[in-house]
Nanobody, 128 residues
Framework: QVQLVESGGFLVQPGGSLRLSCAAS????????VGWFRQAPGKEREGVSC????????YYKDSVQGRFTISRDNAKNMVYLQMNSLKAEDTATYYC?????????????????????WGRGTLVTVSS
């Protein structure tokens, strides 16, 4: 059974940091590009970042560039999102998703949809 499971969401103060994790089971995540997406209450889902299957390319939306870092450990079937300098507007449920091609992941991040496999999300709340 193909499954993606996010973890690491928490309540954090503005300016704080969190690291989200995405664990894959039922398939080899190392063959896939992985993206992070988020959906704030009452808003449409938006893309955040992508990483290629072999870890040689990354992509970030302007809103998180310089604050968020995507990384992966294919030996552990894991992808991570390090989030620093968090702002209230980063509050959302964060989802990881996988697709076979990095270019499709970048397109999906631009559209907020379109990946092959999705997790169920982890909630990040940035508030004082």
């Amino acid at each position: 059974q193909v499954q993606l499971v996010e973890s690491g969401g928490f309540l954090v103060q503005p300016g704080g940091s969190l690291r989200l994790s995405c664990a894959a089971s039922g398939f080899t995540l190392g063959y896939y590009a992985v993206g992070w997406f988020r959906q704030a209450p009452g808003k449409e889902r938006e893309g955040v970042s992508c990483i290629s299957s072999n870890n040689d390319s990354t992509y970030y939306k302007d809103s998180v560039q310089g604050r968020f870092t995507i990384s992966r450990d294919n030996a552990k079937n894991m992808v991570y999102l390090q989030m620093n300098s968090l702002k209230a507007e980063d509050t959302a449920t964060y989802y990881c998703a996988a697709d076979q091609e990095f270019r499709l992941c970048v397109v999906a991040v631009g559209r907020g949809r379109g990946m092959d496999y999705w997790g169920r999300g982890t909630l990040v709340t940035v508030s004082s």
